[in-house]
């Protein structure tokens, strides 16, 4: 919500990505690196666009691939809850893993069926 006051004199949605859950941030021990493979799906999306019009034209594209570079680094690693991991019930955990808030303010969260034919790296958890 404060992010939300802070851009609305500049008019801005932003795309919020990341690792979501009710705990802390975790780290990741094994150093894997999730933004440049990021970058360069979304690069690939509009060749030659800046980061502006990517973001103005392929909104749910960019969240698409924010989670297909997350599953890519870590899904078959010791740390596959900073993809998606089932939910934790003794800590509490109903979300955790990669997640975006959309322009529109829907929440999306890490697919556990992406893989499966025709099934999207992220879901819609919210709308």
Known sequence: MRGGEW???????PIVLGWFGNVRLPRDAARQVVASDFLTRIVALQPG???????ANHPDAIV?????????AFHAGAQK???RDQPIEALGLSLSGAAAIGQDGRVW??????G????????????
């Open 116 to 127: 499966a034919t025709g099934e999207a790296a992220m879901k819609v958890v919210t709308l």
């Open 64 to 72: 698409q691939k924010w989670g297909e570079a997350c599953h890519d």
């Open 49 to 55: 666009a800046d980061f502006h019009t990517l973001c």
């Open 7 to 13: 851009l609305a004199p500049f008019k801005a949605s």
């Open 81 to 83: 809850y900073l993809w």
């Open 109 to 114: 969260h890490a697919n556990p069926m992406y």
